[in-house]
């Protein structure tokens, strides 16, 4: 089981979801929907806790832990299924705590209420080297005093980012290949500092822009959708190696394009997110940056859905007595 620390888990034969969390050379297994509380409750900084497809109980995370889940979308080619965090809210950090790196991957958040400090809410005085990989996430929140060095990579944003007004600052607040397709507001303190490349970045309508914010922001290699009425940028922001679909003189632009909205994808006129959506350009080829690379989400690190983690398959739990007996299959994906 040792060697197990980092493998997304199937569920149980019961059909129960399972978290497996392994303290040093210790691994415990839990059952059910609190499985994930049970095993926080039982961690230490620098546990890991692995998730079994199935459903959740979002509980608040306040230890500097590495949580998989199994995958954000069910797909039976690769063998991913679906790690759902359920509930209002998910909050990350504590009241006037501070939490240093964090890292979640592979998880469906389903947080339902709709008010800003009912979704994924990151609190306390500071968050430092937090890491969100493959998520698909409801719109994200900061209440905290300070972030730094907080990177979302291949996450699905649907709704964007609120910041803290000018009482916070985030100091490199980096999105690597994401599609970020909601407003990013309230990060205002001057000290900021975010950056966005290999992204798509606008709202999939022309309700409000998709920046907000005060403080200019770095765009490489990434897609930006302007739209008519909304610039969606602070002046002073900069694109590099970027296709936009505006040349507004607010911004600096190098090496960038200027496409209209409904050229840019040849799998879709639009840039509303689905499960199927490959964002293939219509012209790979051609809207490269100056490093040679494909401008948009595909380009970089690339973009995949898939959890970089083994999978165990066929896991059973039977109860004897006081333990658990647990067998599996292991495969790498």
Not at 31 to 46: C, P, Q, R, W
Not at 68 to 97: D, H, L, P, Q, R
Not at 129 to 135: C, F, M, N, Q, S
Not at 197 to 221: M, R, W
Request: hydrophobic share 35%; charged share 15%.
């Amino acid at each position: 089981m040792i060697a197990l620390c980092c493998l997304v888990v199937a569920k149980a034969q019961s059909d129960v979801p399972i978290a497996v969390l392994q303290s040093g050379n210790n691994v415990s297994v839990f059952k059910g929907n609190g499985g994930l509380a049970a095993a926080h409750e039982a961690a230490s900084d620098g546990d890991v806790i692995t998730l079994s497809e199935g459903s959740f109980n979002a509980c608040d995370i306040t230890k500097s832990i590495a949580i998989y889940g199994a995958g954000f979308e069910s797909n039976e080619t690769t063998g991913t299924g679906v790690t759902k965090i359920i509930g209002s809210s998910w909050y990350i950090g504590e009241n006037n705590g501070s939490l240093s790196n964090i890292h979640l991957e592979g998880l469906y958040l389903e947080l339902t209420n709709s008010t800003i400090d009912k979704r994924l809410v990151f609190r306390g005085s500071s968050i430092d080297g937090a890491r969100l990989v493959k998520l698909y996430l409801p719109r994200v929140a900061t209440t905290c005093t300070s972030i730094t060095n907080m990177m979302f990579d291949q996450c699905i944003l649907t709704n964007g980012m609120q910041g803290g007004y000018n009482s916070s600052y985030a100091s490199e607040l980096f999105f690597s290949n994401c599609y970020c397709g909601g407003t990013f507001n309230y990060f205002w303190n001057t000290n900021s500092t975010i950056k966005f490349d290999h992204c798509i970045c606008g709202k999939a309508d022309e309700s409000n822009p998709f920046y907000q914010c005060n403080v200019p922001v770095l765009f490489t290699n990434s897609i930006f959708v302007m739209y008519a009425n909304y610039d969606g940028a602070p002046v002073g922001s900069k694109f590099k190696n970027c296709i936009c679909t505006s040349n507004s003189s607010s911004y600096v632009l190098e090496n960038s394009y200027h496409v209209v909205l409904g050229d840019i994808f040849d799998d879709e006129s639009d840039m509303t997110y689905s499960a199927t959506r490959t964002f293939e350009l219509k012209q790979p080829e051609t809207w490269i940056a100056t490093d040679g690379s494909e401008i948009g989400i595909r380009g970089g690190n690339g973009w995949s859905k898939v959890p970089a983690t083994p999978v165990v398959k066929n896991l059973s739990v039977t109860p004897n007595g006081a333990h658990l007996n647990v067998s599996y299959e292991a495969e790498v994906r």
